[in-house]
């Protein structure tokens, strides 16, 4: 290469260095004006405190997944500890009508056949509680409270199936409602414990082996379970330990309460308490004939009394009186005296007789008096 040629090319080779030179000068000024940019915008943009952006500026919540049904898997028949019958669920549930312990036996059952409960559940509470259906021969006592009514099996499966099929509430409050109705139809193995007692007598001990044969039918329990069970109730039949039927001996009813005098409110007010133990209304008991006045005689013009009261004595006569004034205002302007008579066997009795006055007006205060229900005779007045 000619002399002059390199010349040219050494000075175009140091005008591209310095023109590379000025550019790359040029880029990293624009990159340190861009990041001192930003800096000066994050200095000047109001700083907030995590939690509370500006709504639009939050991301959006997770939504909550669909609540699917826990139902648990259908298990084979055969797994079960229930024997498998040939029977609806409808007569099972009619042949066992009245007998609540096995009613809830049935729903156990059925509820887990369908798969509404699991086949370990099914398993540890039939266990727990079948001395309910097999007293004699096994060993461990049931649940207390097997006894009580309870719903029909298959309206608790009906509770069962709406609790899976809903789509209300959380597994967890599902899952404990299921939990809580299942304890109350069949507790499990921590449940308190009561003991059956043996049949008492004959009549017993063959309800209980006609009982084996409807838990049987039912599918409740095995054929070598009804048959241990019946055993032992054939053998408590056979060796005469059981009366025919148990007669109880209850004890002597209590006397009577003895019977509250009813005392009948006469018309009129009722007078204090006097001394001699007389109070209350004064009135004449029924007594014989004798014990009263005798009658004015037809046509007589003598002074008369009106006979008000037969009393055993003449103590209390004036207070007898005044109280009887007051009660009818119309003896207010009579006297009174009393008139011993002597009745024989009967003794004395004291006529507390009000007058004198003339007949005709005797025998109309008597008849307004004894309208009141006070006892009065018109009586000639004693001399």
Not at 116 to 142: F, H, K, S, Y
Not at 323 to 343: G, I, Q
Request: net charge neutral.
């Amino acid at each position: 290469m000619r002399p002059s040629s390199r010349i040219v090319v050494v000075v175009a080779l140091a005008a591209l260095a310095a023109g590379c030179t000025k550019f790359k000068e040029e880029i990293e000024t624009s990159r340190a004006e861009a990041e001192m940019q930003a800096q000066m915008e994050s200095y000047q943009k109001p700083k907030t405190r995590p939690g509370l952006e500006p709504l639009l500026n939050r991301p959006a919540p997770a939504m909550p997944d669909p609540i699917a049904p826990e139902r648990p898997e259908q298990p084979d028949p055969s797994a079960l500890p229930f024997p498998w019958v040939d029977i609806p669920w409808s007569e099972a549930e009619a042949m066992l009508a009245g007998d609540p312990a096995a009613l809830r036996f049935l729903a156990l059952k059925q509820l887990g056949q369908d798969g509404l409960i699991g086949l370990e559940d099914v398993t540890q509470r039939r266990a727990a509680n079948l001395g309910a259906l097999l007293p004699i021969t096994v060993p461990v006592p049931p649940a207390a409270g097997l006894d009580r009514p309870t719903a029909p099996p298959s309206s608790l499966v009906k509770r069962f199936n709406h609790l899976y099929d809903t789509a209300k509430g959380t597994p967890e409050t599902r899952r404990a409602e299921r939990n809580f109705l299942l304890d109350a139809m069949m507790p499990g193995a921590k449940a308190p414990r009561t003991t059956l007692a043996a049949p008492i007598d004959m009549a017993q001990a063959r309800a209980g082996l006609a009982r084996l044969d409807r838990l049987k039918q039912s599918g409740l329990i095995t054929p070598s379970e009804q048959e241990g069970e019946a055993q032992a109730l054939q053998k408590m039949i056979a060796d005469g330990a059981l009366p025919e039927t148990l007669i109880v001996e209850l004890p002597p009813p209590p006397p009577p309460a003895p019977k509250k005098v009813v005392k009948k409110a006469g018309s009129g007010r009722p007078v204090g308490r006097m001394e001699g133990g007389v109070s209350g209304r004064f009135e004449v008991i029924p007594s014989p004939p004798q014990v009263s006045a005798p009658k004015i005689p037809a046509g007589s013009n003598a002074p008369a009394g009106l006979h008000l009261l037969s009393m055993g004595t003449a103590i209390h006569a004036e207070k007898a009186y005044e109280a009887l004034k007051k009660e009818f205002p119309d003896l207010a302007p009579l006297s009174f005296t009393v008139s011993k008579a002597e009745l024989g066997d009967l003794g004395a009795t004291y006529r507390l007789i009000a007058g004198p006055t003339d007949p005709a007006n005797a025998e109309k205060i008597c008849a307004d008096i004894r309208a009141k229900g006070q006892s009065c005779q018109a009586t000639p007045f004693p001399k």
